[in-house]
């Protein structure tokens, strides 16, 4: 396996890389969505019927299981948005052979697929692929049909039939489908009337996981139960209260990426990704990075040897408010220092201290109306801290845990003179 490529900087799902996997057949356009970290698991993400890995569903679901640590290979089935190919030309074979070499492209750039994830359609293409992927631990479907010939229904004009004769003495006809019109030839419809669907459940031997909307009117509850009667116990469902077949709302993809990301935990496989090996890129220990990493205008990866976050500014200050901005950062360092004083504090006098929570703020004010400052011109900043402390303390307690909370380390740093050494390297 090649060296784990590290997503951008600075982000908890990180970078969406575009990538061409080629081999035999046309050219398959992909995204690749990682996380900062090397991931818990990879998954093969499979789009709906005639849609892309751009659809907004897809979109959200891979980014939904990368928030989560999963990494997310998400592919254009052939013919449809920037692959190569033509629709026409296509059938749910083909689908099936698309995933196949995805995941042999992913085997060989990072590591083979651990989850395949499919929705609608794709669901179905997911449960015949799993069979020749060997790493796949788990599978799971959203709002598949049963059957691939199911997406007959879905053609314009309805029932199909009435563009059936086209087709048989032609060999193609145009469909539409959710307005759009699609050429299908025969041997698509040939193809999907010949998938032994059944027969692949039954020998399924990976945990399924059936996510179905009841009240989806694409492609009707009833798919689900008879994938859950084929496939026997190995199976699990989850209904989609709420949802409508295509995810629509961004909260139900969110819902279902988490809702997969909880059932294929146990199941994904962290032993073929090397987590044992130390990043030779991070900062020295007792240094911290701060560095753009390029996602908005003012976002930035904070790292040290062992953690990472982000800085961003908010929206009304030009950027796209993603994390805490700058001042934010050092209100968090003065309040945490805080409480953990008075944690050491309180242990060491064995005290009642239950938890102590602590709230700040910060502002500017003029120096003349600050009684007690030094300073006597200008502007001065002003952090305010309010401290809550439950416990069963009495009033002496609470008065010398407030007074030790100003013997913070932060808080003397903030009350001394700071030399601050600028070099350029």
């Given at each position: 396996m090649s060296e784990w490529p590290r997503g951008l900087p600075g982000s908890d799902h990180?970078?969406?890389?575009?990538?061409?996997?080629?081999?035999?057949?046309?050219?398959?356009?992909?995204?690749?969505?990682?996380?900062?970290?090397?991931?818990?698991?990879?998954?093969?993400?499979?789009?709906?019927?005639?849609?892309?890995?751009?659809?907004?569903?897809?979109?959200?679901?891979?980014?939904?299981?990368?928030?989560?640590?999963?990494?997310?290979?998400?592919?254009?089935?052939?013919?449809?948005?920037?692959?190569?190919?033509?629709?026409?030309?296509?059938?749910f074979s083909m689908n099936v052979e698309d995933l196949v070499r995805a995941a042999d492209w992913l085997r060989a750039e990072i590591g083979a697929p651990t989850l395949l994830v499919g929705h609608s359609l794709g669901g179905a293409a997911v449960i015949a692929a799993a069979a020749r992927i060997p790493e796949v631990r788990a599978v799971a479907t959203i709002g598949a049909p049963f059957s691939p010939d199911h997406v007959t229904h879905l053609f314009d004009p309805h029932p199909f039939d009435g563009a059936r004769p086209e087709i048989e003495v032609g060999g193609t006809a145009v469909v539409h489908i959710g307005g759009r019109p699609f050429q299908v030839r025969r041997a698509f419809l040939d193809d999907i009337a010949d998938q032994p669907q059944h027969s692949r459940l039954a020998a399924l031997d990976r945990p399924l996981l059936v996510l179905h909307a009841p009240d989806?009117?694409?492609?009707?509850?009833?798919?689900?139960?008879?994938?859950?009667?084929a496939a026997g116990p190995t199976a699990s469902f989850v209904a989609l209260d709420g949802a409508n077949h295509l995810l629509t709302r961004a909260t139900d993809a969110d819902r279902v990426a988490a809702l997969i990301a909880a059932w294929a935990a146990p199941y994904?496989?962290?032993?073929?990704?090397?987590?044992?090996?130390?990043?030779?890129?991070?900062?020295?220990p007792g240094t911290v990075e701060v560095s753009e990493n390029g996602a908005g205008r003012f976002t930035q990866r904070i790292r040290t040897a062992q953690h990472e976050w982000s800085a961003d500014e908010p929206p009304s200050a030009g950027g796209l408010g993603s994390a805490p901005d700058p001042y934010q950062l050092l209100?968090?360092?003065?309040?945490?220092?805080?409480?953990?004083?008075?944690?050491?504090?309180?242990?060491?006098?064995?005290?009642?201290?239950?938890?102590?929570?602590?709230?700040?703020?910060?502002?500017?004010?003029?120096?003349?109306?600050?009684?007690?400052?030094?300073t006597d011109t200008g502007r001065l900043d002003r952090i305010v801290r309010e401290i809550h402390l439950d416990g069963d303390l009495d009033d002496t307690q609470r008065a010398a845990l407030l007074t030790i909370a100003d013997r913070c380390p932060v808080h003397r740093t903030l009350h001394s003179e700071i030399v601050v050494e600028t070099d350029a390297v």
């Open positions: 990180v970078t969406r890389v575009r990538h061409t996997i080629g081999g035999a057949g046309a050219p398959l356009a992909a995204h690749l969505d990682l996380p900062a970290r090397p991931p818990l698991g990879l998954a093969l993400l499979a789009h709906c019927f005639t849609c892309s890995k751009d659809h907004r569903a897809t979109t959200r679901t891979a980014r939904g299981l990368t928030a989560r640590g999963i990494g997310v290979l998400r592919l254009d089935f052939t013919g449809l948005g920037e692959s190569g190919g033509e629709f026409g030309d296509s059938t989806d009117d694409i492609i009707d509850v009833g798919n689900a139960r008879a994938i859950l009667d994904l496989d962290q032993a073929q990704l090397d987590q044992t090996q130390p990043d030779p890129t991070a900062p020295e209100l968090s360092a003065l309040g945490a220092c805080t409480t953990m004083t008075m944690r050491m504090y309180a242990e060491r006098k064995g005290w009642d201290l239950r938890r102590s929570t602590v709230t700040l703020t910060h502002d500017k004010l003029h120096a003349a109306d600050c009684v007690t400052c030094e």
